[in-house]
């Protein structure tokens, strides 16, 4: 393997594709260097206004970065408009604005922020929106006890699939005024299971939209054959084995999302090829693996491979990538012309791929490195132990 601990910077480095610089929403991003990254941004441009707007581009990358915890989040926020003299209103805005797409932003920052700033007239005209897009990591009791703020005009339907929704909220707030209109939000909704599917018969479930909520089973369908289940959309539910796809292998089956499906592993591919798979969506399984595509079968299955997925695709080597990237006979991720180079676009897609298999195979020739250097006067016991457990 590539022994390195950054594989795109390590292509960075090798390959030299223009203005393709780290960006700031990259978990190898520190607080630090975001920090540096403003204020070498303030140093070049003086004029408070000019700051602004210079920043402006790269405040959603900053905010969408994992390092930025909530107490980051303040920490930043209190620089802006302390340090920097930015409008307050306009940093405010920022956790509206962006903040909340981050993974680490929780209901209790939303909670705070509001509560300080939910009568300016700017956070008036704003809040529905944001609600309406991260109404999930925002508490239902909170929703309830603000609901003229968060929703003026009544309209709950935004609500149904709230994690935090029960039967009674949506048997009082949704169900008299929506009723059928909502089948398919409810049917995929997070909260429901099949105890509610039954005690409430009178929701308008629809059983093809059930299908593929992850909270019907195989044992629930095999249990309740009799319902009206579409196979098709039950294709897309995580909860779906491989075994009750082959047990019912005569059903009409959606074969491009199968062909994506976390339970289908290269083995089972290969076993049985003569399925209708898709090459150019298997590219995107989660298990997708390089030697696959060498595959004696292959010639017999339906469409190309998609490089431009498996370029970004978790489990492929840095090795292979780095195989596409030489390899000029792969036209969708090479430009035309004399001679053919890797399309410029393809490192931001490289850019996406965490290389989860690479870093484990990172993690683990090193601590076979680090295992090897041991004191050889440890017992043998003791190192049988840190090789079951720790290699």
């Known amino acids: 393997m590539i022994f390195t601990r950054d594989p795109y910077k ?44 210079k920043l402006n581009p790269h405040i959603y990358d900053i905010l969408q970065n994992p390092n930025i915890t909530p107490y980051l989040f303040k920490y930043l926020q209190y620089d802006l408009y302390n340090f920097y003299k930015l409008d307050k209103k306009y940093v405010v805005m920022l956790l509206i604005r962006d903040y909340m ?45 603000n609901e003229e703020y968060l929703t003026p005009k009544g309209e709950w339907t935004t609500f149904v699939d709230h994690p935090q929704m029960t039967e009674e909220i949506f048997r009082e707030k949704i169900l008299p005024v929506y009723g059928a209109i909502i089948r398919q939000e ?28 992850p909270k019907i089973t195989p044992e629930i369908v095999k249990a309740n054959s009799n319902e009206q289940w579409s ?12 075994e009750f796809i082959w047990e019912n292998k005569d059903k009409d089956w959606c074969w491009i999302s199968l062909s994506m499906h976390i339970c289908v592993t290269m083995d ?17 399984n989660p298990n997708f693996e390089s030697s696959i595509i060498n595959f004696e079968k292959q010639d017999t299955w339906k469409f190309e491979w998609d490089y431009g997925e498996i370029v970004k695709n978790p ?16 036209k969708n991720l090479h430009q035309t012309g004399y001679p053919p ?51």
């Open 315 to 330: 489990n492929v080597t840095l090795e292979f990538v780095e195989e596409c990237i030489n390899n000029k006979e792969i």
């Open 268 to 284: 089972i591919v290969r076993k049985h090829y003569d399925l209708e798979w898709r090459r150019n969506y298997l590219s995107r």
């Open 341 to 391: 180079r890797f399309h410029q676009y393809k490192f931001s897609e490289i850019y996406k791929n965490p290389f989860t298999r690479h870093h484990r195979m990172y993690d683990r020739t090193l601590a076979m490195l680090t295992f090897n250097k041991l004191d050889h006067n440890l017992s043998k016991d003791i190192k049988r132990y840190i090789a079951d457990n720790f290699l």
């Open 186 to 213: 409810l049917s995929e909704a997070s909260w429901i299971t099949w105890d509610i599917i039954n005690r409430n018969r009178d929701f308008p479930w629809s059983f093809p939209y059930l299908s593929q909520n």
């Open 101 to 145: 797409y981050n993974k680490n932003a929780n209901s209790e920052i939303f909670e705070e922020f509001f509560n300080k700033y939910k009568d300016l007239d700017s956070m008036k005209k704003i809040l529905p929106s944001v609600v309406f897009i991260h109404y999930k990591r925002i508490n239902v009791d909170f929703i309830l006890k």
């Open 10 to 53: 390590y292509l960075i480095s090798k390959y030299k594709p223009k203005n393709m610089e780290r960006r700031l929403d990259h978990k190898d991003v520190s607080f630090d260097d975001i920090q540096d990254f403003i204020y070498n941004l303030y140093k070049k441009y003086k004029d408070k206004e000019e700051f602004r707007v």
């Open 231 to 242: 196979y098709g959309m039950m294709s897309t539910n995580p909860s779906l084995t491989w």
